[in-house]
C-alpha cells in the first residue's frame, strides 16, 4: 500500500511513498497528512472468517490486507505487546451497559489510556524500521498528560530512538505527571515547562520546524521526527479496535453479522474516529459514526453546520482535558478522502489563512451521511457519570461524552459501541466530585474515595506510582527547552 499527500504534490516530496517513509517522516507537501491511496476491503466473509479470531490474529489478518513494508516478524513482534493489557486473550473488553449501548475499553494497557493501543505497537515499529535503517531518531512529544506516558513507555530502552516529552506543569493529573517523571531510562528525557499546554505545543511545533535545530542534530547523526496522532503509524492500529468491537457484539449475540451499529467516540484529534472511518469504508458495517466532543465543540459545529470557524475561539479548560482542541488535525484526512486533493488544499488554506472555512451544501450533506455530533458540557457528563455508576458501570469524564451523543445523535434504535478512552484512575478528582460531590485537589485521595465507594481495588500500577522514586527533576522556562534538549543528547 502506498501513501499520497491531502494536499497534493509540491515536486519536490515524492509523489507517493511507502508506510515506512509515511511513519518516518509524516508531513507531506505544502503541511499536508500522508493518506492511503487505496484501502482494502473487508467484506462480509471477512468478517465472518474472523469470528473466532482472538485480538492479535485479527490484528495481523487486517494489517497483511493494508500490504504494509513492515517484516511480518516485527508486526508480530509489535501486535506482542497486546499480551501486556490486563486480559491477553481479550485486550479490548466489550461490555454491555444498557440496553443497546456497549462499551468498548481501549484503556487496559501500561498507561490506562487508549493511546496505548496505538503507540504500544508502534513503539516497536518506528525503532525497527530505525534499525534496519540504521538510522537514529529524536522522538519529540508535547502532551496534556495522555500522550507524554504512552510514549515514553513504548520508547523506553529501544534501540536507536530516544524521546524528549515536554509537559506544562500543573496542568496534568498527578497520576499523568507521576507516570512520565518516575521513568528512568537513558533514553527518555522529561521537561516540565512553565507555561501551558499550548506553550508546550508551539516549542515543539517550532523545534520540528527549525532548520538550525536539524542541523544540530544532524552534526550528531540523529533525525528528528514526533510521534503525534497526525502519524499514520498510530492511525493502522486504530481501526482495528473498531472492527474487533463490533465481531464481539456479534459474538456476544447483540446482533447478527451484517446489522448496523452506532460508533460513538469522544474525539480531540480525530485519530479514534478516522480509524472508524477506515473501518466502515473498508466495509464494517457502521449506520453512522457519532462524535462527541466538549465545549470545545469545533467538531460539532463543523458537522451539524458545514462551517469550521476558529476565529472567535478560545480552548476552554474542562473535564475531558484530552479533548481540549479546537485544530483537530486528522479532520484533514476526511476531507481529503471525500472530497479530494485541490478541496482540501483549499480549505486548509483558508483555515490558515482565515481561520474559517465553509463546506458547500453538497459536501456538508455528504459529511452528514457518514457522521453525526454532539457536545456534553461538563455538568452534563458529571450527571452521566453519577446516573451511570448507579446502574452499575464506572467510566471516565472523557467517555460520558458519548452518552450525551447516544442520547441525542441517534435516529435508528440499532446497537451503539462507545469508545472509553480512559480509566477512572485517570481523570479521579473528576470522577469523586461527579460521585460524591467532594473536591479533592490531589488524585490519591480521589482514588482512595472511588475505590472505596465502588469497592475496587486501586490498580498496583497507579498505587505504585506514589511510591516510586522521581527520576525525570527538569522544569524549566519556555525559553530554555532547545538547550535543554541538546544537553540530554550529548
Ligand atoms: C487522546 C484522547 C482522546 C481523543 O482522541 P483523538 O483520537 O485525538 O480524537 C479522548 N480521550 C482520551 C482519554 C484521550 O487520551
Not at 161 to 170: H, I, S
Request: charged share 25%; glycine share 6%; aromatic share 8%.
Amino acid at each position: 500500500m502506498n501513501f499520497i499527500e491531502t494536499r497534493g504534490n509540491d515536486g519536490r516530496h515524492p509523489e507517493k511513498v511507502s508506510f515506512s517513509e509515511a511513519i518516518l517522516t509524516p508531513i507531506a507537501s505544502y503541511g499536508g497528512l500522508y493518506s492511503p491511496e487505496s484501502l482494502p476491503q473487508l467484506d462480509e466473509s471477512f468478517l465472518s472468517s474472523q469470528m473466532d479470531s482472538d485480538y492479535k490474529t485479527l490484528a495481523r489478518n487486517i494489517l497483511t490486507a493494508f500490504d504494509i513494508d513492515i517484516d511480518a516478524a516485527i508486526i508480530d513482534q509489535a501486535l506482542k505487546l497486546y499480551d501486556n493489557f490486563d486480559d491477553p486473550s481479550n485486550p479490548v473488553p466489550v461490555v454491555r451497559v444498557l440496553d443497546d449501548l456497549y462499551v468498548s475499553e481501549l484503556y487496559h494497557g501500561p498507561t490506562r489510556a487508549f493511546k496505548d493501543m496505538a503507540l504500544q505497537p508502534f513503539g516497536i515499529v518506528l525503532s525497527s524500521i530505525a534499525q534496519s535503517r540504521n538510522e537514529n531518531y529524536l522522538i519529540l512529544t508535547a502532551t496534556s498528560g495522555d500522550t507524554g506516558p504512552a510514549a515514553l513507555e513504548t520508547f523506553k530502552n529501544r534501540d536507536n530512538v530516544q524521546v524528549a516529552c515536554m509537559y506544562p506543569v500543573g496542568g496534568t493529573s498527578d497520576v499523568q505527571r507521576l507516570q512520565m517523571v518516575t521513568e528512568d531510562a537513558a533514553n527518555l528525557k522529561v521537561i516540565g515547562v512553565n507555561g501551558d499546554f499550548d506553550d508546550t505545543q508551539n516549542a515543539l511545533k517550532r523545534l520540528l520546524a527549525s532548520d538550525s535545530f536539524r542541523k544540530t542534530l544532524q552534526e550528531k547523526n540523529i533525525h528528528l521526527s514526533a510521534a503525534n496522532s497526525v502519524n499514520f503509524g498510530r492511525i493502522i492500529f486504530q481501526t482495528i479496535y473498531h472492527v474487533h468491537s463490533y465481531l464481539e457484539l456479534v459474538r456476544q449475540n447483540a446482533i447478527t453479522l451484517g446489522e448496523k451499529v452506532y460508533l460513538d467516540v469522544p474525539s480531540g484529534n480525530f485519530g479514534n474516529a478516522l480509524g472508524g472511518y477506515y473501518a466502515m469504508k473498508m466495509g464494517l458495517p457502521v449506520e453512522k459514526i457519532l462524535i462527541a466532543s466538549n465545549k470545545n465543540n469545533i467538531l460539532t459545529q463543523l458537522i451539524n453546520t458545514g462551517i469550521y470557524d476558529l476565529r472567535t475561539l478560545e480552548v476552554v479548560p474542562t473535564t475531558s482535558p484530552a479533548m481540549d482542541i479546537l485544530i483537530s488535525s486528522n479532520i484533514e484526512r476526511i476531507l481529503f478522502d471525500l472530497f479530494g486533493t485541490e478541496r482540501t488544499k483549499k480549505l486548509m488554506h483558508l483555515l490558515d489563512t482565515e481561520k474559517c472555512y465553509e463546506l458547500t451544501a453538497k459536501e456538508h450533506e455528504q459529511l452528514q451521511s457518514i457522521f453525526a455530533a454532539d457536545y456534553c458540557e461538563d455538568h452534563e457528563g458529571k450527571v452521566y457519570i453519577r446516573d451511570t455508576f448507579e446502574k452499575g458501570y464506572l467510566m471516565d469524564p472523557h467517555t460520558a461524552t458519548c452518552f450525551k451523543a447516544y442520547d441525542t445523535c441517534r435516529d435508528m434504535p440499532l446497537k451503539t459501541i462507545v469508545y472509553s478512552t480512559a480509566e477512572w484512575t485517570k481523570f479521579s478528582p473528576v470522577i469523586a466530585n461527579a460521585l460524591t460531590g467532594e473536591t479533592d485537589t490531589h488524585d490519591i485521595d480521589a482514588l482512595e474515595s472511588i475505590a472505596r465507594k465502588a469497592d475496587i481495588p486501586i490498580p498496583a500500577m497507579i498505587s505504585e506510582l506514589f511510591e516510586k522514586e522521581i527520576t525525570q527533576n527538569s522544569v524549566i522556562e519556555k525559553g530554555d527547552i532547545e538547550q535543554e534538549i541538546l544537553t540530554f543528547l550529548k
